[in-house]
């Protein structure tokens, strides 16, 4: 028996085909939905208590949803919704009739038409949600919805303007030019039914015997979080529909053209497709909880700008508070709509999606009459008059935002940040620049730009941040938990440290050397402790580099023991790590004695300029010696000029210039050693500096090499500079 889920292949096939079907769905549905057939209903003067109807029955045909569990049980959901969005674009067919008809007997065809059209609709819309959860992850699931919803409002945007300019033409003018585009967006309909037809899909239809949408009510309501979820989607559908009352309000009132309308719309599109790329930027990572209490604050200050827009005449303004409105009303609709998804039952999610539509259906309903009654109610005798006959119509979206603001504030949401957080976040230039950095750390496979992120990210010192990277530890392979340890030496983060701690404690870790190394920034017991104990590791990489974190921390106490280590036979890395642990935990300088070193002899070139270098390194000595060594492995004897010339400064070294050249050039090392041990012992040394002095003096210079000899005449040099 096959799996009842879909495999990673299948969901990203079910994506593109989804994302396919919204933007045909988008520039079909605005040539068939709301704002054509308001227009039309106007056309042919419709009332505002039908036009309150028009506006709730793409949800009010919910109720129909009562039925379809039992009616569709077994029927695969994505043949459902195929089936619906096929039947729902032959419906509008029948509007070819209203180039024959007119008054009351075409609004009723409007009316009629529009109604089976939405009642089919949301048949296959119930199924909607359903495929989403299908086809997505609970971690992609609010960029899938946000996504989505940004192709169908990108297409509507297309569409809105095409609509704009078919309704601008003189050969099209009223009635023709929206049946026009109503035909056209029969096509286009039909052609996204059969992307449904291509969603790969094994989920079915659930429907158990006495078990309908009252009692799934019921189960519901007796769940906190969902119960506050359920009436917030019930109150968000009544805010929509009366918002639809922005078009008559527009068309009767303000005065605007078919076209001025469509142009508006344009500028409602432009604030979903905003929303969606908001919603999808931050809802994932945020959480939904925090945004929706801003987005609704936002919205209930626009949905008060139209309470007193009668007063308005300059017509651009109707575009803004459109874009402003639409902005927050799709942003509450799609972070409600993540909500509501994570919080789907795993088994008869249909059943339960039909539930909440058929409810939602109700209060649609319920809003719409009341709009329109509301708008009825404006004009009558002894009202204040607001030059707005839709003003008492506006003002209930304001009381529903109200309400839904303190719904809001009861939702439980895991692992989403609280509304200070996130409107830090948000608000805050230092952390959005580190909020999109970690979105773009997961939607980069290019190696330097993740290298990029992850340097900035190890630099900013937000708890984001902080929390981002105790994320990217967790993993127990990763390039970027790497990255990011060895970020933590440079940037130290104490809330981390029990983090790098365990990684460093644990000899199976694949970056357990860079754990060690990073705790050299994090001094006190605990860190102590715990390096003291890798100092009994069988392991002479992690004895090495316990060995130096000790030292960076300021431990001395295991010197002599971190001594004779040192003094064993080991690789180059560990004994660059024992050199450095040695510089700082050896306050005398006696680690100085081993510069110049017997048993390094038979040592190769790369690895006596190695150690010589990093000798210099750690008493900061300048000109750096690893350069000198460079510039000589490029070309040799150019770093011997270049350095002899700037010692000259010292007397020493400018009286033998010429014979120092001559030396090197025929290899005559003992006469080099022989002219540095005579200028080391007249040297006056502080005394951290005299077991370096000494190694020069002891070291045999019938055993030098090239790399000995400059070595030799770099740190004498040195030691004349500071006596």
């Not at 308001?38 to 419709?46: E, K």
């Not at 029955?57 to 129909?64: C, D, E, K, Q």
């Not at 400059?710 to 040099?717: D, G, I, P, S």
């Amino acid at each position: 028996m096959s799996s009842p889920f879909l495999s990673s292949e299948e969901k990203q096939r079910g994506i593109k085909h989804h994302f396919r079907h919204q933007f045909l769905n988008g520039l079909g549905f605005n040539f068939l939905g709301d704002t054509p057939v308001s227009l039309l209903a106007i056309y042919f003067g419709a009332t505002n208590t039908q036009l309150g109807y028009l506006s709730a029955v793409i949800y009010a045909s919910g109720l129909l949803l009562s039925i379809t569990p039992k009616l569709l049980s077994g029927r695969n959901i994505a043949h459902v919704q195929y089936m619906a969005w096929l039947i729902r674009g032959l419906i509008c067919i029948a509007y070819i009739a209203l180039f024959f008809i007119d008054g009351r007997p075409a609004v009723l065809l409007i009316i009629l038409s529009y109604t089976l059209f939405c009642g089919v609709r949301i048949v296959g819309a119930s199924v909607y949600q359903p495929i989403i959860k299908m086809i997505s992850t609970k971690r992609t699931r609010g960029e899938v919805l946000s996504a989505s919803s940004m192709r169908f409002q990108v297409a509507t945007a297309v569409s809105k303007f095409v609509s704009f300019v078919v309704t601008s033409l003189k050969q099209l003018p009223g009635v023709s030019g929206i049946l026009f585009l109503s035909f056209a967006g029969i096509v286009l309909n039909t052609l996204a039914a059969f992307e449904i037809r291509k969603i790969p899909c094994r989920e079915k239809i659930y429907y158990k015997k006495g078990r309908n949408i009252f009692s799934i009510f019921i189960e519901s309501v007796k769940n906190r979080n969902l119960r506050v979820l359920l009436f917030l989607s019930f109150i968000n559908a009544a805010i929509i529909v009366l918002c639809g009352f922005i078009i008559p309000f527009l068309r009767l009132d303000a005065h605007f053209s078919d076209s001025e309308i469509f142009l508006v719309t344009i500028a409602a599109a432009i604030g979903t497709i905003l929303s969606a790329y908001f919603t999808k930027s931050f809802a994932d990572r945020l959480g939904s909880r925090p945004l929706l209490i801003g987005v609704i604050v936002l919205l209930s200050v626009s949905s008060l700008l139209w309470v007193f827009s009668g007063f308005i005449s300059f017509k651009p303004v109707f575009y803004i508070f459109m874009f402003l409105l639409t902005f927050f009303l799709r942003a509450n609709d799609l972070l409600i709509g993540r909500l509501m998804v994570n919080n789907l039952p795993e088994k008869d999610s249909v059943g339960f999606s039909s539930m909440m539509n058929f409810f939602i259906a109700i209060i649609a309903l319920s809003a719409g009459f009341t709009g329109g009654r509301l708008a009825d109610l404006s004009g009558s005798p002894g009202i204040i008059d607001f030059r707005n006959n839709y003003v008492y119509t506006f003002m209930l979206v304001f009381v529903f935002c109200i309400l839904s603001l303190v719904l809001t504030w009861r939702v439980n949401e895991k692992n989403s940040l609280s509304p200070g957080e996130a409107a830090s976040i948000i608000f805050s230039p230092s952390r959005l620049t580190t909020y999109l950095n970690i979105g773009r750390l997961y939607s980069t496979e290019n190696p330097m730009q993740r290298k990029t992120i992850l340097l900035s990210i190890g630099m900013d010192n937000s708890r984001m941040a902080t929390e981002e990277i105790r994320t990217i530890l967790a993993s127990p392979l990763s390039s970027d938990k790497g990255e990011m340890i060895t970020s933590l030496f440079s940037n130290p983060r104490q809330a981390l440290l029990p983090e790098i701690t365990a990684i460093a404690s644990e000899p199976d870790s694949y970056h357990q050397l860079k754990a060690i190394f990073a705790l050299g920034a994090y001094p006190g017991e605990s860190t102590e402790e715990t390096l003291l104990k890798l100092l009994d590791s069988p392991d002479p990489a992690v004895v090495s580099n316990a060995a130096k974190s000790l030292g960076r921390i300021g431990h001395t106490g295991e010197l002599e023991r971190i001594r004779k280590i040192a003094d064993e036979p080991a690789g180059i890395w560990d004994k660059l790590n024992f050199i450095i642990a040695l510089k700082n935990m050896d306050h005398e300088g006696k680690y100085l004695s081993e510069v110049f070193n017997k048993d390094r002899l038979n040592s190769g070139s790369v690895y006596n300029q190695t150690i010589y270098s990093l000798y210099a390194d750690v008493l900061d000595f300048q000109p750096p010696l690893a350069d000198i060594f460079q510039s000589g492995n490029i070309e040799k004897g150019s770093e011997l000029r270049d350095f002899l010339d700037e010692s000259r400064e010292e007397e020493a070294f400018y009286k033998n210039h010429r014979e120092f050249l001559e030396w090197f050039k025929s290899e005559d090392f003992e006469n080099i050693w022989s002219k540095c041990r005579y200028i080391a012992e007249g040297i006056e040394a502080d005394i951290y500096y005299e077991y370096l002095k000494q190694s020069i003096i002891n070291f045999p210079p019938d055993k030098s090499s090239y790399d000995d000899a400059l070595a030799a005449v770099y740190f004498t040099y040195q030691l004349l500079k500071m006596s």
